[in-house]
């Protein structure tokens, strides 16, 4: 059992791995807010947000989805969002026909549409069915952003619109930086999007 003093320094030590990272995800600040603005005018335009991952981040891309399908904040406005990590049946099908590596880029393919977002989430940068959604969303013309961890991986390497680094390789740290940067995304989409003027001629595109 850990005495009280121990179990403070294992605290201590636990908001001290998160400190840096936190740290430098703020220092993005300005890559989050093109990200937002560029969200926010392909979703003032009728766009929609196609959001994926595998494990851990498919529970990030349904949380994505729902925030901004049902805001959680009265009087937001609700903006459409689809988790391609949802079916089941679906993703499993393409895995069995297709492999697993094509399971969110056929969804990209079927659903997306040139005025669309799609929004990839990897732990560690490498996940090479995100990788390969994000690569099929340029195809089509879509807005791409991505969500990594570590150095940002393959992803990072990609050219991908917006690419946001937890800098970190502890998964969990990872996680919390995510969940940060995509409710920073949802709330200056609103922003931007209750000032339209701000989106410029990204809005009449």
């Known amino acids: ?11 201590r030590a636990a908001f001290g791995r998160r400190a840096e990272p936190g740290r430098r995800l703020g220092e993005d600040a ?11 005018a392909r979703f003032h ?5 196609l959001v994926f991952g595998n494990g851990a981040a498919a529970a990030d891309a349904q949380h994505v989805a729902v925030e901004f399908v049902h805001p959680v904040v009265v009087g937001k406005r609700a903006l459409p969002a689809i988790s391609l990590a949802d079916d089941a049946a679906l993703l499993s099908g393409i ?6 590596a ?5 969804q990209v393919r079927l659903f997306g549409a040139p005025g669309d977002i799609a929004l990839g989430i990897s732990a560690d940068g490498h ?11 340029r195809e089509l013309g879509m807005c791409t952003v991505a969500l990594a961890g570590g150095d940002g991986g393959g992803i990072a390497a990609e050219p991908v619109d917006h ?23 949802w709330e200056l989409v609103h922003v ?12 009449a595109r």
């Open 127 to 137: 996940c090479p069915n995100v990788l390969r959604a994000l690569r099929a969303a």
């Open 102 to 106: 094509e399971v969110f880029a056929e």
């Open 192 to 203: 931007f999007l209750e000032r339209p003027g701000s989106l410029g001629t990204e809005a």
């Open 45 to 49: 335009r009728g766009g929609r947000l």
């Open 1 to 11: 059992m850990l005495g009280e003093r121990t179990a403070g320094g294992a605290v």
């Open 163 to 185: 690419v946001v680094i937890a800098r970190s390789d502890d998964p969990r740290v990872v996680k919390e930086m995510h969940v940060t940067a995509y409710h920073v995304l």
């Open 30 to 40: 300005d890559a989050l807010a093109r990200a937002c603005r560029d969200m926010a």
């Open 95 to 100: 895995a069995a026909a297709r492999g697993l």
